[in-house]
């Protein structure tokens, strides 16, 4: 049975879902999380529910119904979990280049201590977490989230925002990665700033996810 973990997988190496209109289930990717993943003309629902239930939940003709708030309740329900958050997926190759690669993270330095918010979020939903800062008090965190994909989150002070430090993280993300490899990040829609600072950062857009977690 074809899993989320090979879906993304595909992804990465440019091969999206059809384009067909459909809805595919398949299994949750872990105890931790399910999630609704959202791409151009098809929605992957990895959750441990039937297709029959999922069926019965959706209007025939509602592409966006799996990514609605009735449907996500009804499936937070099913599963007993909530609606963790539900965010745009960006994506990115590694940078390869070693020059570019030591630009991109000088300045940084692996951060041992995890009494940072936004790093003790990242311990909850994701495994094998790195986490590195500089001299402002920002910090880049890598980690293997949703089906052992490798995702980002960068947090900087609000008194060094505006100044082109968010895309500098963004990049460096890519940059602390293997080379034969891509990261994700995802970002709420609202959060324009940081939708600009990973754009720049050379990152796409590819699809949306809501994650459920217990």
Known sequence: ????????????????????????????????????????????????????????????????????????????????????????????????????RAAAIEGLTVRTGHDHPRVERALEYRADVEVYGDHHGSVVIIGRGLAGRLECAIELPDDVRGQGLGRRLARAARALIPPDTSIWAQITPGNAASLRAFLAAGYKPVGSEALLVK
């Open 1 to 100: 049975m074809r899993t989320l973990a090979d879906i993304l997988r595909g992804v990465e190496n440019g091969a999206f879902p059809a384009l067909d209109l459909g809805v595919s289930v398949v299994p949750a990717p872990s105890e931790r999380e399910s999630a609704v993943v959202a791409f151009t003309g098809h929605i992957v629902i990895a959750a441990d529910v039937s297709p029959e239930w999922v069926a019965e939940q959706l209007p025939a003709d509602d592409l966006a119904a799996p990514t609605n708030p009735p449907f996500l309740t009804a499936l937070a329900e099913r599963t007993g979990r909530h609606v963790s958050s539900n965010d745009a997926m960006l994506l990115a190759p590694a940078i390869t280049d070693p020059t570019k």
